[in-house]
């Protein structure tokens, strides 16, 4: 099997475990597009921060290092984050959060994660994150926003009002779905606080307008062959 690698350059323009996909009657709300949450960019607009590459088994995946991290790169990005990486069989996870930020409670978390040969489309590794929210967040207080897209790329995001366990505690979680030859990758950011309502997003840890800005740079990523 190959290995993994990282590595940062300049640009100018995951806690997952894989599981069975089960389908279930839904029992959250979703919205039909995400168009409204992803807009197109600016006609012109670049994307100018810091870039990281990870290869993942048959592809290579180039996306934006966490927005918390300086975008210079002699501000020595890297010092930024604290990184926990890890290796299941056929599904390998990079996660982050801020330096000042632990793992076990964290409020902002980053991460990817790429599945060798994962055979379903992007809309069934939706799916698949979709599930994995059902089980640890309450149904009443769960909102899916599930976007356009191919099966190169796609967006979704969930917003989780409240966990089962911990129901003063819930997150808002937006993905974008990668798919190249036997490759399915993720890369996601996280944000968590005080429970809060699903459907309406002034109640959110972190504003629509961030979570817009986040998903469009995440969106420029790349999932390509090496």
Not at 35 to 56: C, E, F, I, M, S
Not at 131 to 156: D, H, W, Y
Request: a positive charge; proline letters at 7%; charged letters at 20%.
């Amino acid at each position: 099997m190959k290995r993994f690698s990282l590595s940062f350059k300049t640009s100018l323009s995951a806690s997952l475990i894989a599981l069975a996909m089960v389908t279930a009657p839904n029992a959250y709300a979703q919205n039909e597009s995400l168009d409204d949450l992803l807009p197109p960019p600016q006609p012109g607009a670049k994307y100018r921060g810091l870039n990281a590459t990870v290869k993942l088994f048959d592809s290579v995946l180039v996306y934006p290092l966490p927005d918390w991290s300086p975008t210079e790169r002699s501000a020595q990005p890297l010092t930024a984050s604290r990184f926990n990486r890890s290796q299941k069989g056929n599904v390998f996870s990079l996660e982050m959060v801020p330096k000042e930020e632990s793992f076990k409670d964290w409020t902002n978390l980053y991460g990817v994660v790429g599945m060798a040969n994962f055979r379903g489309s992007n809309q069934q590794h939706a799916k698949l994150i979709v599930n994995q929210f059902k089980t640890g967040c309450r149904p009443s207080n769960l909102s899916v926003k599930p976007g356009g897209g191919n099966n190169k790329k796609a967006v979704i995001v969930v917003a989780c009002g409240s966990y089962t366990k911990k129901r003063d505690i819930g997150e808002i979680a937006a993905f974008v779905l990668f798919k190249n030859g036997n490759t399915s990758a993720r890369l996601y950011r996280e944000w968590r606080g005080k429970a809060f309502q699903a459907e309406v997003p002034s109640t959110w840890p972190v504003s629509e307008e961030e979570v817009r800005r986040v998903l469009r740079t995440m969106a420029t990523s790349t999932l390509r062959a090496p």
